[in-house]
C-alpha cells in the first residue's frame, strides 16, 4: 500500500513562495496521477483540486486560480512530486493535500490514496 506525505508548507507574506513536496513510500507502483488539493477550514466548501501531473508521461494541468502562479513537477527516481507556489495569495490560504490516482481526475472522491496535508497560510 503508498502512503504519500506532504511538507513544507508554513506561512509566507502575499507575494511570496512555497515549495511543497510530496513523497511516495510503501510501493513501487504510486499511481498514474498525482493531484494537490486544498481545503480552507469551511465546511460549506469542498475541497479544490489545485494541479495534477501524469506520474509517466508528465502532463500537468492547472486550476484557473493557480495557472501562472503554481508549478507541479516530480522527480520519478525520489517518488516526489512538488508544488512551486510563487505570488502567493492570501486566498491560497488552506490546507494542502496530495493524492494519487488510477485515472485522470480531479474529483476527490476518484483518488485512491491521500496525505495527511501541510498547512500553508498566507498574510497580506
Known amino acids: 500500500q503508498v502512503q504519500l506525505v506532504e511538507s513544507g508548507g508554513g506561512s509566507a507574506q502575499a507575494g511570496g513562495s512555497l515549495r511543497l513536496s510530496c513523497v511516495a513510500s510503501?510501493?513501487?507502483?504510486?499511481?498514474?496521477?498525482i493531484t494537490w488539493f486544498r481545503q480552507v477550514p469551511d465546511p460549506e466548501k469542498e475541497r479544490e483540486w489545485v494541479?495534477?501531473?501524469?506520474?509517466?508521461?508528465?502532463?500537468?494541468y492547472y486550476a484557473n486560480s493557480v495557472k501562472g502562479r503554481f508549478t507541479i513537477s516530480q522527480d520519478n527516481a525520489k517518488k516526489s512530486v512538488y508544488l512551486q507556489m510563487n505570488s502567493l495569495k492570501p486566498s491560497d490560504t488552506a490546507m494542502y493535500y496530495c493524492?494519487?490516482?488510477?485515472?485522470?481526475?480531479?474529483?476527490?472522491?476518484?483518488?485512491?490514496?491521500w496525505g495527511q496535508g501541510t498547512q500553508v497560510t498566507v498574510s497580506s
Open positions: 510503501g510501493s513501487s507502483y504510486v499511481g498514474n496521477f
Open positions: 493524492a494519487a490516482a488510477r485515472v485522470a481526475t480531479i474529483y476527490p472522491d476518484r483518488q485512491n490514496v
Open positions: 494541479a495534477r501531473i501524469g506520474v509517466y508521461g508528465g502532463d500537468t
